[in-house]
């Protein structure tokens, strides 16, 4: 061996013999023998004497002498043989026998096949790919299903008895469930096709017309809930069952069999049974009923659409009946109280019940929405909810529950397609609280005033927000006055004015009431200041919206300081000059007017508790034809005495034409500056897409009327801000 390199290797080749090998002529016929003896032995359980080193190259030898045909073809002779012995003697197994000796017999078959395929294990592989035969264990699974489970004698009852054994179960009785996953799992190793032919098939269908029949049986005899609880139950014993012994695939179809049988055929006629349906559900708040019929109806289609139908229909007719009702808006307060804890139910029910499902909550937006606009006064009737809260109803109240019930009428406030008659309420009941000083800590106004802001932005809510800085400027101005004139003011009345800008409050002309001479020294003096140091401003008293504390000596030397509106001020001061006036004195000396000096006397001489004034004669109305008189006898446990205007809380009808008429002068220039806007960018428009571009424009405050939009189209029209063509008269040009 030569030194220096690595050792070469050497390949090795395996070459067939040179010369031909002569084989005994009966080689082939006792080599068989020897096999079909241990297929039989095997089958015998008696395979532990048996050498399979041995019997797989007897194998392998016959499929290399070209034997592989015989060999297979008696492999599966011998097989078939084999099994129709066994076929009898599972078809001679009486009653609950026959699925256990069926089972036992597949577990031996399925052993038998494992050893057979480890000897046949060369002819599997080279034999049965080039002759295109079926492999040896797919081989026993067919011969099994044909001899087996396709004998006349076994497969109907095979069927019969695993159908009964379900029914039984279905029944309440207990079944070997392991016995039974057995043999549907034997059928799926047969193939899918014999699980769905032989059993899965049938089986639907015998449960299709048991549930059917259940099922009518329940729905006469059960309320809503209690079937739905019924199908429930019904629904995961099928999953159930499935998870035990059933092929997993047939989930799907057996909850469709009970989805169809038990809920989808029954759907209209639950929802809407008397008495215990969904509408008996939703107002007795059964948050688990309802949270089940969620739960089934969401299986089959159309089931939350059917729910929702319902609910919408339910909302809409109960809030129209709601918002129509006489009754429910004598207090205002309370009807929209009433409006929110329906919200808050609801809500609470579809977060509960429904899993928060945005169309349900979709749902209930578009109905409240609905019926909140059947009543046109509802933004005032919101806006007075407001001011009573922020008056008196949030006093004590945390933080956080005034960001609540804020949020709560925002909520409300959202639904409102007419946003601006809101704010016109908004703004007048503002005023009455800040003039008044009626209000809870400035936070939670302004608090209310970011939320509108928000929602609408700013243009909604600048003259609230200027409300807001005029009450603070009059602050320092007063504080400037009384710093300069104190001097010469002496000791007469004490004065404290609030300037209002014009533009920003919802100050109406009043005719100026005659004031008290005291009074009306002191104001000249504020006059001739204030406009000493603002150029250019007038002022003009709002008598109709001040108030004034004054002292009072009654009977007996008894003294009360009393706080009353600038117009029972001036009725009251008259009385230090005269004991008794005719109502047609007082119209005279004061020139308020007629509506308002009635309600100012009504509450001096007819609320008891209050009557600083007699009246004569004595009755609840004020006509022309009374007399009045201090009342010397007056008593009253209070040092201070508050004597509030007899005043309806809601508006009068002329008031509220006023109201509406000055909303409707409001929407003019509006509609108008958005038809300019969209006919500036579009150039040339035809009417109906000017009304839908308009309306989209303009729904976040209003909806506007087609017909007044058109009114203001002609309006520009005769101003030359647009023409209409000359050719087309529906279409309109805008004119730069």
């Known amino acids: 061996m030569s030194g220096g390199g690595p050792p070469r290797k050497r390949n090795f080749k395996i070459e067939a013999f040179k010369h031909r090998v002569e084989l005994d002529p009966k080689y082939a016929e006792r080599t068989w023998k020897v096999l079909e003896h241990a297929i039989h032995e095997i089958y015998n359980h008696n395979a532990s004497g048996l050498s399979f080193e041995e019997l797989y190259r007897s194998a392998y030898n016959m499929v290399l002498h070209k034997y592989g045909e015989k060999l297979y073809d008696g492999l599966q002779n011998t097989m078939t043989w084999r099994l129709k012995e066994i076929s009898k003697s599972i078809e001679t197994a009486q009653g609950g026998l026959f699925l256990e000796e069926l089972n036992a017999k597949w577990m031996d078959h399925n052993k038998a096949l494992q050893m057979i395929r480890d000897i046949l294990m060369y002819m599997d592989r080279t034999y049965v790919p080039t002759a295109h035969r079926t492999p040896v264990h797919e081989l026993g699974l067919n011969l099994w299903r044909d001899h087996i489970i396709h004998s006349p004698m076994i497969h109907s009852r095979l069927l019969d008895t695993l159908l009964d054994l379900i029914d039984r179960e279905r029944m309440g009785e207990v079944i070997n469930r392991g016995l039974m996953r057995s043999i549907t799992k034997m059928l799926m190793d047969l193939g899918p096709a014999v699980y769905q032919d032989d059993f899965e098939k049938p089986f639907l269908e015998v449960s299709a017309s048991f549930y059917s029949g259940e099922s009518q049986e329940f729905i006469e005899c059960c309320d809503c809930g209690n079937y739905l609880k019924k199908a429930e139950r019904r629904l995961n014993e099928e999953m159930e069952r499935v998870s035990h012994y059933l092929d997993a695939g047939s989930e799907a179809k057996i909850t469709s069999v009970v989805e169809k049988e038990m809920i989808d055929n029954h759907m209209h006629r639950l929802v809407h049974m008397e008495n215990s349906g969904l509408v008996n559900m939703l107002v007795d708040d059964k948050y688990e009923d309802l949270g089940r019929m969620y739960a089934l109806f969401r299986r089959v289609p159309d089931g939350l659409s059917t729910i929702r139908d319902v609910m919408t229909s339910y909302l809409r007719e109960t809030g129209k009946q709601l918002v129509t009702d006489p009754e429910r808006l004598k207090d205002l307060v309370e009807f929209v109280q009433r409006l929110l804890d329906e919200k808050d139910k609801h809500d609470k029910i579809i977060s509960v019940a429904f899993g928060n499902d945005k169309t349900f909550q979709n749902a209930l937006n578009s109905s409240f929405e609905f019926f909140i606009n059947l009543n046109n006064r509802s933004p005032e009737f919101i806006s007075l909810y407001v001011d009573d809260k922020l008056r008196k109803g949030l006093k004590g109240a945390t933080e956080e529950d005034v960001e609540v019930i804020l949020d709560k009428v925002m909520m409300l406030f959202r639904y409102l397609q007419e946003k601006d008659v809101f704010e016109k309420y908004y703004k007048q009941h503002l005023a009455k609280r800040l003039l008044s000083g009626k209000t809870v800590p400035d936070d939670a106004e302004r608090s209310m005033i970011v939320k509108l802001k928000t929602e609408c932005g700013y243009q909604f809510t600048s003259k609230l927000e200027g409300m807001f ?73 709002q008598t109709n919206m001040g108030t004034a504390d004054i002292k009072a000596t009654f009977g007996k030397g008894q003294k009360h300081e009393l706080n009353v509106s600038t117009y029972q001020m001036c009725v009251l001061m008259l009385f230090n000059n005269a004991d008794g006036l005719t109502y047609k004195d007082i119209e005279r000396d004061t020139e308020i007017p007629a509506s308002d000096l009635k309600r100012c006397l009504q509450s001096l001489a007819c609320v008891k508790g209050k009557n600083v004034l007699r009246k004569e004669p004595m009755s609840k109305d004020i006509s022309e034809d009374d007399t009045f008189y201090f009342n010397d006898k007056f008593t009253s446990k209070l040092v201070k005495v508050k004597i509030g205007t007899v005043v309806a809380q809601k508006e009068s009808e002329p008031e509220k034409q006023e109201t509406r008429q000055r909303v409707e002068e409001d929407r003019k220039p509006q509609i108008e500056a958005a038809i300019v806007r969209i006919m500036k960018s579009r150039r040339v428009l035809d009417h109906n897409s000017i009304v839908a571009e308009v309306t989209k424009q303009l729904q976040a405050r209003f909806l506007p009327n087609p017909v007044v939009i058109k009114k203001r189209i002609e309006s520009l029209i005769e101003r030359e801000f647009l023409e209409r063509d000359k050719v087309d008269r529906k279409l309109y040009r805008y004119l730069a």
């Open 469 to 541: 800085t005029d009450m603070k400027t009059s602050q320092d101005t007063m504080q400037d006055f009384y710093a300069k004139k104190s001097e010469e003011l002496g000791d007469g009345p004490t004065l404290d004015v609030h300037i209002l800008t014009t533009g920003s409050w919802p100050t109406q002309p009043s005719p100026p009431c005659n004031l008290p001479t005291e009074i009306l020294t002191v104001c000249e003096k504020f006059r001739s200041y204030y406009l000493g140091t603002h150029n250019g401003r007038r002022l003009t008293w």
